[in-house]
């Protein structure tokens, strides 16, 4: 049984823990015991083990992009009352680009369900789709009380990395500013 590694990104003002928490109460097969750490996931008929690991904005970058290297997959986690979240993923998504020039990330909004939620949402569904859109990725939006959409966005995930599919590819090779800003990065040259 492989293991799967999912980092779960974003906002320090988003619910990320919630969020990894649904998504190991997904527990498919109550046959399969794994501990607390791993998921167990069936996707065409290959059992998995799933980890997830949360890393958050200002996190040290060194741990971070070991952390975005081993990974399998991304989960980019925002709130659709916040707009300042939204901003905040997309410039984790851009570090998470400059350590890894191919990999499968997809886009998350949380939201709540009563009425005063919907009075305050900053980031239309719209918006969200635009900016999934250009990522190259797909986009779902779950609630803080149910589990809507997170089997769904797990099982997309979980598909293209099993079909080693990306959700996000990069046509021809690493650009050379891509090249200059890594080697920067790790102190390579001034």
């Known amino acids: 049984m492989s293991v799967q590694k999912i980092i779960i990104v974003g906002d320090k003002?988003?619910?990320?823990?919630?969020?990894?928490?649904?998504?190991?109460n997904l527990q498919r097969?109550?046959?399969?015991?794994?501990?607390?750490?791993f998921l167990s996931w069936t996707i065409n008929q290959q059992q998995l083990k799933v980890e997830f690991k949360i890393v958050e904005p200002d996190e040290l970058s060194a741990?971070?992009?070991?952390?975005?290297?081993s990974a399998n997959g991304f989960i980019c986690v925002f709130n659709v009352n916040d707009n300042q979240s939204l901003a905040t993923v997309e410039k984790m998504r851009e570090r998470i680009l400059a350590v890894r020039s191919q990999t499968r990330i997809i886009l998350v909004g949380i939201k709540s369900n009563d009425?005063?939620?919907?009075?305050?949402?900053?980031?239309?569904?719209?918006?969200a789709k635009r900016t999934a859109k250009s990522w190259k990725a797909e986009y779902f939006e779950t609630n803080v009380d149910?589990?809507?959409n997170i089997e769904n966005c797990l099982n997309v995930l979980m598909k293209a990395?099993?079909?080693?599919?990306?959700?996000?590819l990069v046509s021809g090779r690493t650009s050379l500013k891509n090249t200059l800003d890594?080697?920067?990065y790790y102190n390579?040259?001034?």
């Open 13 to 24: 003002n988003v619910d990320k823990d919630s969020f990894k928490d649904k998504l190991m």
């Open 29 to 37: 097969d109550s046959n399969v015991s794994t501990s607390n750490r």
């Open 63 to 69: 741990v971070r992009d070991s952390f975005y290297r």
């Open 115 to 127: 009425n005063e939620s919907k009075k305050l949402r900053k980031v239309t569904k719209k918006d």
């Open 146 to 148: 149910g589990n809507q």
């Open 161 to 168: 990395i099993i079909e080693n599919k990306h959700t996000r």
């Open 182 to 184: 890594r080697f920067k």
């Open 188 to 190: 390579c040259f001034n």
